[in-house]
C-alpha cells in the first residue's frame, strides 16, 4: 500500500511509502496520490487541512528512475506510458490540478525530482526536517523539467533556483528556510508533531474561508492586479450571502 | 476625525484614526482615506507620503458594529445586489464604493508605512496595494484573522503580496490565520526595517527625506515602471520603460 491515508479531526494525513527508505515513486503511487488529494481530500467536507510525509528517514526521491529505466531496456515504455515519445509521461492530472485545501509538506531527507513536484505545487504550508534537502538532481543525468513542471521558480528568489537548474545540486533546509521557499525548520524527530501544530492551528478556522481564500490566491496567480482587485472585491459578497459565516464575521470576536 | 493630513516641505504625512484602542476602521475612516490618498497623489508638491497608525495599531480590523450600519441595506437580497451586482447605481460616496476604490485604485507616487502594532486583513490589502516601503515596530503583527472569524473575501489575492513575498508565508498566514510577527514579516521580505517599539514613525520620516532628494517625476517614473511591468514579457515591458524614461 504505497499511500496510507488516514483522516482524524478534520486533519488528513498522508504518508507515501515506496519500496525502500528512498521512497522512490511509482505509477502506482502517482495514481493513489491524485485519488486520495483530489477526490478524498479536496473533496470531503470534514476534512480542513492534509499533510503530506515520506515513510521514513526521506520524503521521496522522486521518479523511480531504474523502473523506469527498466521498463526502456525491455521496450515495455510505449506500453505503459503511451504513445508520447519521451518515456516518461508525468501523471498529467496532478500537474495541472490545484488543491484547495491548505496542504502541510512536512520532509526530512531527500526531496527530489517528481516529490518537489509535489512539495513544490500541492504544499502550501512547509515544515523542513534539518536532514532535507532539496533539489533536481536528475538534471545531472540529463533529465529536464521537474523544475518547471514544480512551478518552484516562483516560490524562491531567482538566482537561488537556477543555481539548482544549473547544477542539479541540492539545497539544505537551512537554505531553503532563509529563501522562504519552507516555513520552518525543526529536528528531524518532531517534524510530524510540528506538522499536526500546524494542521491544528489551520483546523481551527472556517473551512469555506480559508478554501475560499486559498482558491482565490490561486486563481489570482497569472491575473493583472486590477483584475485580481476586482476579483477579491466581488467575493466580498460571500461573507454576507452565508448568513451564519457573516453574523460569526460581525460578532466581533478579538482576533 | 478619522484620517489626519500633513504635509511638509515634499512629505505628506497621514495618520489613521479608527476606533478604540486596536484602530478599527469605520466607514468614515475609508472613505477619508481614500481622499486622502487622491489629494496626496494630485498634490504636485509632495512627491512622497507616510502612512501611520494615529494610535498603538496600525489598522487591527474593521469595527463590526460601524461595519453593520455601513451595510445594513444588505440585509435583504435587493441591496446586496445593489452594493455588488450593480455599484455603478451607489452614490459614489457611499461605503461600498469608496472601500472597492481604496482598494483598486494605484497611486504613482512611492508611499511609506510605519507600522506600530497591528496590520491586519485589510490593512494588508492597503500595505500591499498602496505602500512601497515598510519601517515596522517589534511590536507588530501582520495577518488576516478575520478568516477565523469566517471572513472568505479575498484580502490576500487583493493585497497583491503572492508578487511581493514568497508564497509560503502569503499561504501561512492565509490558511493559519495566525498573524506572523514583525521578525518572521522581516525575514519574508514584507517589510524593509525592524525598529525599537515606538520608532516607526520617526524612522519612516527620515527615510522620506531621503526619498524627497530623489526628482519626483524619477520617483513616479520608478514606481510606475515597476508595478506595472511586473508581469509583461521583456519586450513588452521595454515599452513603458523608455516612455517612462523619456517623460
Known amino acids: 500500500m504505497p499511500v496510507h491515508f488516514d483522516v482524524a479531526d478534520g486533519i488528513a494525513t498522508i504518508t507515501v511509502e515506496g519500496s525502500s527508505a528512498l521512497n522512490a515513486m511509482t505509477y502506482e503511487m502517482y495514481n493513489a496520490l491524485e485519488d486520495?488529494?483530489?477526490?478524498?481530500?479536496?473533496?470531503?467536507?470534514?476534512i480542513k487541512v492534509a499533510i503530506l510525509l515520506g515513510k521514513g528517514a526521506n520524503f521521496s526521491v522522486g521518479h523511480d528512475l531504474k523502473a523506469a529505466q527498466a521498463a526502456i531496456d525491455v521496450g515495455a515504455d510505449r506500453q505503459v506510458y503511451g504513445p508520447?515519445?519521451?518515456y516518461f509521461n508525468p501523471f498529467p492530472e496532478i500537474l495541472s490540478r490545484r488543491m484547495y485545501t491548505p496542504v502541510i509538506g512536512a520532509t526530512r531527507g531527500w526531496v527530489l525530482g517528481a516529490a518537489m513536484c509535489y512539495f513544490g505545487l500541492h504544499c502550501s504550508l512547509r515544515i523542513a526536517g534539518e536532514s532535507s534537502q532539496f533539489g533536481y538532481t536528475e538534471i545531472k543525468r540529463g533529465l529536464v523539467g521537474a523544475s518547471i513542471m514544480a512551478q518552484t521558480t516562483s516560490?524562491?528568489?531567482?538566482?537561488?533556483?537556477?543555481?539548482?537548474?544549473?547544477?542539479?545540486?541540492?539545497?539544505?533546509?537551512?537554505?531553503?528556510?532563509?529563501?522562504?521557499?519552507?516555513?520552518?525548520?525543526?529536528?528531524?524527530?518532531?517534524?510530524?508533531?510540528?506538522?499536526?501544530?500546524?494542521?491544528q492551528l489551520v483546523a481551527r478556522n472556517p473551512r469555506i474561508s480559508v478554501k475560499a481564500q486559498k482558491m482565490l490566491l490561486i486563481r489570482g496567480e497569472r491575473m493583472p492586479q486590477q483584475t485580481a482587485s476586482l476579483l477579491?472585491?466581488?467575493?466580498?459578497?460571500?461573507?454576507?450571502?452565508?448568513?451564519?459565516?457573516?453574523?460569526?464575521?460581525?460578532a466581533g470576536e478579538a482576533a | 476625525m478619522s484620517v489626519s493630513v500633513e504635509r511638509s516641505g515634499a512629505v505628506t504625512e497621514i495618520r489613521l484614526s479608527g476606533t478604540g484602542a486596536r484602530n478599527l476602521a469605520t466607514p468614515e475612516l475609508v472613505l477619508s482615506l481614500n481622499d486622502a490618498l487622491v489629494a496626496f497623489e494630485r498634490d504636485e508638491a509632495a512627491s512622497v507620503a507616510i502612512l501611520a497608525g494615529a494610535r498603538a495599531h496600525f489598522w487591527g480590523g474593521v469595527d463590526p458594529d460601524a461595519q453593520r450600519?455601513?451595510?445594513?441595506?444588505?440585509?435583504?437580497?435587493?441591496?446586496?445586489?445593489?452594493?455588488?451586482?450593480?455599484?455603478?447605481?451607489?452614490?459614489?460616496?457611499a461605503m461600498a464604493v469608496a472601500w472597492r476604490r481604496l482598494f483598486r485604485w494605484r497611486g504613482s507616487k512611492p508611499v511609506i508605512a510605519a507600522i506600530e502594532g497591528d496590520c491586519f486583513d485589510h490593512g494588508m490589502v492597503l500595505l500591499g496595494v498602496h505602500t512601497d516601503l515598510r519601517i515596522a515596530a517589534r511590536d507588530a503583527r501582520f495577518g488576516f484573522p478575520a478568516i477565523r472569524r469566517g471572513d472568505a473575501a479575498g484580502e490576500a489575492l487583493a493585497s497583491g503580496l503572492a508578487a511581493q513575498i514568497a508564497p509560503a508565508w502569503l499561504n501561512w498566514m492565509v490558511e493559519t490565520a495566525e498573524p506572523i510577527d514583525a521578525a518572521t514579516a522581516h525575514r519574508a521580505w514584507l517589510i524593509n526595517e525592524l525598529v525599537d517599539d515606538g520608532d516607526a514613525l520617526?524612522?519612516?520620516?527620515?527615510?522620506?527625506?531621503?526619498?524627497?532628494?530623489?526628482?519626483?517625476?524619477?520617483?513616479?517614473?520608478e514606481k510606475l515602471g515597476t508595478r506595472l511591468t511586473r508581469t509583461l514579457d521583456q519586450d513588452e515591458a521595454l515599452i513603458p520603460a523608455i516612455a517612462l524614461a523619456r517623460s
Open chain 2, 69 to 93: 450600519e455601513a451595510f445594513a441595506d444588505m440585509a435583504d437580497m435587493k441591496g446586496k445586489l445593489r452594493h455588488f451586482a450593480f455599484p455603478m447605481a451607489q452614490d459614489m460616496r
Open chain 1, 155 to 199: 516560490q524562491m528568489p531567482y538566482a537561488l533556483h537556477m543555481l539548482m537548474s544549473a547544477t542539479g545540486d541540492t539545497i539544505d533546509a537551512r537554505t531553503a528556510l532563509d529563501a522562504g521557499f519552507v516555513n520552518e525548520v525543526v529536528p528531524d524527530d518532531r517534524v510530524e508533531s510540528r506538522a499536526r501544530e500546524v494542521a
Open chain 1, 36 to 46: 486520495t488529494l483530489f477526490r478524498k481530500v479536496d473533496n470531503d467536507p470534514a
Open chain 1, 232 to 250: 477579491a472585491g466581488s467575493t466580498w459578497s460571500l461573507n454576507t450571502l452565508d448568513e451564519p459565516m457573516f453574523a460569526t464575521m460581525n
Open chain 2, 202 to 221: 520617526d524612522r519612516a520620516r527620515a527615510l522620506a527625506l531621503q526619498v524627497a532628494r530623489v526628482p519626483a517625476a524619477t520617483l513616479r517614473a
Open chain 1, 84 to 86: 508520447q515519445p519521451f
